[in-house]
């Protein structure tokens, strides 16, 4: 048993990039065996072409920057039928309105750039809890973000109230290991979360580097990984899921 694979698009200034330990300023045009192109319409090919993998997670860093959200990408992407979970900077309704509006299927919602639970529980409440990703964004296993609005706010705390708010999606996400092959080093949180909360859809991402982590999530009770590197390196391969 092997946890689901998604690939992941890093969309910065118009290109596919690579991420490297969440040190977004160091981020460059992707190298990868899958494409020769950058742009993210062809990169997500690539991923269907090699992969048959159409549920895709765009990470679009400038929206978490704080610039506008790349809506035309997200139109594109859809109208070559993918699926898509946006990462977009989402900080309250608002923002999250502007991403619905484009019809993507997820919108993720990271703790890095949400402005507290209440704002996390307003979106389940009008947009569903198929519908919102809850991004457990952390760094060196320490959470990102505003975080004096939460109750306990260490990573086991947020997650438990998180779903408190209606959360049945969750991505465990450790910056520092993003690129990094090195594993994701949230097994264990994910686990305990699996444990506390066994209807909660648990996606992992960060450093994944071959099949044989895809089968050690899947046993921590994770249902779904994110990943790039190991794609456009070729250390994953479809035989691996």
Request: net charge negative; glycine share 12%.
């Amino acid at each position: 048993m092997t946890a689901c694979v998604i690939p992941v698009l890093d969309l910065k200034e118009g290109i596919v990039v690579r991420g490297i330990a969440g040190r977004r300023d160091q981020y460059r045009p992707i190298d990868s065996r899958l494409s020769p192109s950058t742009l993210p319409g062809t990169v997500a090919d690539a991923f269907r072409e090699h992969f048959g993998l159409t549920h895709l997670y765009l990470a679009d860093l400038d929206a978490i920057a704080g610039r506008p959200p790349a809506l035309m990408v997200y139109r594109e992407l859809r109208s070559r039928g993918f699926r898509l979970w946006v990462d977009a900077g989402v900080r309250a309704l608002k923002d999250a309105l502007l991403v619905a509006d484009e019809g993507v299927e997820g919108i993720v919602i990271g703790l890095e750039t949400l402005h507290g639970p209440r704002a996390l529980a307003e979106m389940v409440h009008r947009f569903g809890t198929q519908r919102i990703v809850f991004s457990l964004d952390l760094k060196e296993g320490q959470p990102l973000g505003v975080l004096d609005m939460w109750q306990q706010p260490d990573a086991d705390g947020i997650a438990n109230e998180a779903v408190v708010c209606g959360v049945r999606q969750m991505i465990v996400l450790d910056l520092a290991h993003v690129g990094m092959d090195g594993g994701t080093g949230t097994e264990s949180l994910c686990q305990r979360l699996a444990t506390t909360h066994p209807d909660l859809e648990i996606v992992a991402g960060g450093g994944v580097r071959d099949g044989a982590d895809l089968r050690r999530l899947a046993e921590h009770g994770v249902h779904a990984v994110l990943v790039a590197s190991a794609l456009h390196d070729g250390r994953l391969s479809r035989a691996d899921f």
